[in-house]
Every structure is written in structure tokens, then in C-alpha cells.
Nanobody, 125 residues
Framework: QVQLVESGGGLVQAGGSLRLSCAAS????????MGWFRQAPGKEREFVAG????????YYADSVKGRFTISRDNAKNTVYLQMNSLKPEDMAVYTC??????????????????WGQGTQVTVSS
């Protein structure tokens, strides 16, 4: 089993920045890819960004490309999501996830085995 704990959500004005963290514990050696997803009220869960645990390859949803950066610190078993130039439409519950699948086949929530509890990001206009 892998346990994931997010932190870093909160309230920010449009144009501001937040950094989310996701700390993994347990069978972390089984992780190949970490991802961030978000879900706004009344909307489906959406892939935001993913990162290869070993090589550091990344992939972003078009809606966040150029504004969000996903990174990892293997020594700390932690993945980060730096969110800049936040917009009201970025407001959602953000959740990190882990999978043993490679990044390029892990762009859907269905590919992920482990999930954190989620953290709220609120963007005021």
C-alpha cells in the first residue's frame, strides 16, 4: 500500500500562486508515476499534471500548461505542484495520486491506484 498526504491548499486571489505538496509513504518503490487531479463542483475529475517518478518526465493538461509546474523530490518521497497565475476556473479540490503505470499511460484517473485526501484551492476574482 501507498499512503499519500497533500498539503498547501488555501485561498488566493486571481493571479496569485500556491504550491501543493504530496508526501508518499509505504510501498513507494512501487510508484512509477505521480499525478495531480482536480475536481470542481458539478464537474468531472480532471487530470492536471503527471510526473515520472524515476526520470522526471512531465505532462500537463493544456489548461494549465505554462502556469503550473510539477516536480518531485525522491529523497523526500514528495511531489509538488507549483501553481502560478491562478484563475477562478482553477478553483477545485486538488488530489494527488500514484500508480505503478508509466506516465504515458497514466493520463486518466482510472490508471491510478492510490489517492490522497484532497486539498481545496479557492481562487477569488
Amino acid at each position: 500500500q501507498v499512503q499519500l498526504v497533500e498539503s498547501g491548499g488555501g485561498l488566493v486571489q486571481a493571479g496569485g500562486s500556491l504550491r501543493l505538496s504530496c508526501a508518499a509513504s509505504g510501498r513507494t518503490f512501487s510508484i512509477a508515476t505521480m499525478g495531480w487531479f482536480r475536481q470542481a463542483p458539478g464537474k468531472e475529475r480532471e487530470f492536471v499534471a503527471g510526473i515520472s517518478w524515476s526520470g522526471g518526465s512531465t505532462y500537463y493538461a493544456d489548461s494549465v500548461k505554462g502556469r503550473f509546474t510539477i516536480s518531485r523530490d525522491n529523497a523526500k518521497n514528495t511531489v509538488y505542484l507549483q501553481m502560478n497565475s491562478l484563475k477562478p476556473e482553477d478553483m477545485a479540490v486538488y488530489t494527488c495520486a500514484a500508480t505503478s503505470r508509466r506516465l504515458w499511460v497514466a493520463l486518466s484517473f482510472r490508471a491510478y491506484d492510490y489517492w490522497g485526501q484532497g486539498t481545496q484551492v479557492t481562487v477569488s476574482s
